[in-house]
C-alpha cells in the first residue's frame, strides 16, 4: 500500500493536491505570459537547440532522485530481460507513429472539418506526426519515478530509444507526411540527452558511491534518499509555470484551436499507454516496469518534435503550435496516468527491487 500511493506519501499536501496544483501552476504560467511577459522573454534568452536551459535545470532537479537509486550493477542484468523492452521497443516504432497519423488525421481532417480548414489541418498533422515519432527522454524519469518504477530498466529504456532516433525518425515521418527534407536536429538530440540523462546520471552515480562509501548503503536507502522526497514534484510545478508562461500569449489567443489540437494528442496518449499497459499485463511483467514501459510512448520529446517543426514549416507555422499544444497537455494528462498506474499495480506480479535482479 505504501508504494501504491507514493506521490501522495512523499508530498503530503503538495501530493493529495496534486491536480490542485497543477492546475494553479498552468494559471500562474499564463497570466504571467500574459501579464508579465518580461520573464519568459528573458528566460527564453537562456536557449540553445530548442532546449530551455532554465527548464532543463528544473527537469534535472525532478530526475536527480531518481538517478540516486540506479544500482549500477543491475543495467547489465535490465539488458538480459527482454519483456519490458520488446513492449517500449514495438510500441514506441511500429505502433505508436501510426496510431498517432491515424487518429489525428481523422479528427483534424473529418471531425473539426468545419473549424479547421484543409491546409491548415495538414500542418496540425504534420506537428502531431513529429510528436509521435518522438518518444520521451527527460520526463519519462520523473513519471517513472512518481510510480516507482525500476531506475535503472527506465534507464535502459530511455537510452536504447535515443538511439533508434537516431536511424528510425527520419524514414517515419518521411513516409508518413510524404516529405524528403526531413532530418534529426543532432545538435538538440545530443543536447538533450547530454542534459536529462548523462549529466543526472554521473551526479547520481557520484554521489551515491561517495555517500555509501562514507555513511553505508543503509543511511543511503533510509536517510539520504528521504531528502529529496519533495524535489521531484516541487520542481515539476515550477515546469509547469516556465512552460505555459512561455506559450501565454498563443493560449490565450487561439484558444479553439489549442482545444481541437488537444483533442486527438490526449486521446493517443491514453490509447498508446494502455495498449503497452495492458500488454504488460498479460505477459506478467513486474509493475515497476511495466508502467515506465507504458509512459515511454505515452509522452514525447517535445524538444525534438519542436526544433523539426520550426525547422521545416517555420516558427509561425500550425505544425509548429501543434507540437507546443504537445507540451501544454503531456504533464497533466501523464500526471493522470501516474495515477492510474500507482492505483493498478494490484494487476500486475510482485516488483522487483531496485537493487536486485529484475525479473522481467
Not at 528510425?168 to 536536429?185: D, E, H, K, Y
Not at 517543426?309 to 500550425?318: D, E, K, N, R, V
Request: hydrophobic share 55%; with cysteine.
Amino acid at each position: 500500500m505504501q508504494k501504491e500511493n507514493r506521490t501522495t506519501q512523499e508530498m503530503g499536501i503538495f501530493g493529495k493536491y496534486l491536480t490542485l496544483w497543477v492546475g494553479l501552476c498552468i494559471i500562474v504560467g499564463v497570466l504571467i505570459g500574459k501579464f508579465l511577459p518580461v520573464i519568459p522573454d528573458l528566460l527564453s534568452r537562456f536557449e540553445y537547440a530548442n532546449v530551455s536551459i532554465p527548464v532543463a535545470i528544473l527537469i534535472w532537479l525532478m530526475i536527480y532522485p531518481m538517478m540516486l537509486k540506479i544500482d549500477f550493477s543491475s543495467i547489465v542484468k535490465a539488458t538480459k530481460k527482454p519483456k519490458g523492452l520488446t513492449i517500449t521497443l514495438i510500441t514506441n516504432w511500429l505502433i505508436k507513429p501510426f496510431t498517432m497519423y491515424l487518429i489525428a488525421a481523422f479528427f483534424l481532417k473529418v471531425v473539426f472539418n468545419v473549424w479547421v480548414n484543409t491546409e491548415l489541418a495538414n500542418e496540425y498533422l504534420a506537428g502531431a506526426v513529429l510528436l509521435g515519432a518522438a518518444p520521451c527522454t527527460a520526463m519519462v524519469f520523473v513519471w517513472s519515478h512518481l510510480t516507482n518504477g525500476d531506475p535503472a530498466y527506465t534507464l535502459i529504456q530511455v537510452a536504447i530509444n535515443d538511439l533508434i532516433v537516431l536511424f528510425a525518425f527520419t524514414p517515419i515521418v518521411a513516409f508518413l507526411l510524404g516529405i524528403t527534407n526531413v532530418v534529426v536536429p543532432l545538435d538538440t538530440l545530443i543536447l538533450s540527452v547530454i542534459l536529462f540523462v548523462v549529466i543526472p546520471l554521473l551526479g547520481g552515480f557520484i554521489t551515491r558511491k561517495r555517500v555509501v562509501e562514507k555513511k553505508g548503503q543503509d543511511y543511503f536507502d533510509n536517510v539520504f534518499l528521504k531528502k529529496f522526497d519533495k524535489t521531484t514534484i516541487i520542481g515539476l510545478l515550477f515546469t509547469l509555470i516556465i512552460i505555459f508562461s512561455f506559450q501565454g500569449e498563443i493560449i490565450l489567443s487561439n484558444p479553439f484551436h489549442i482545444a481541437l489540437i488537444a483533442v486527438p494528442l490526449i486521446i493517443q496518449t491514453f490509447a498508446i499507454f494502455f495498449f503497452a499497459y495492458f500488454w504488460a499485463k498479460l505477459w506478467k511483467v513486474p509493475a515497476n516496469i511495466a508502467a515506465p514501459a507504458a509512459m515511454i510512448g505515452a509522452s514525447n520529446f517535445f524538444e525534438l518534435a519542436v526544433a523539426v517543426a520550426i525547422s521545416l514549416f517555420g516558427l509561425q507555422s500550425g505544425a509548429t503550435l501543434a507540437t507546443v499544444v504537445g507540451v501544454l497537455v503531456e504533464v497533466p494528462v501523464m500526471l493522470t496516468l501516474v495515477k492510474i498506474a500507482n492505483s493498478t499495480k494490484h494487476w500486475f506480479p510482485k516488483e522487483s527491487t531496485n537493487h536486485s535482479p529484475l525479473n522481467q
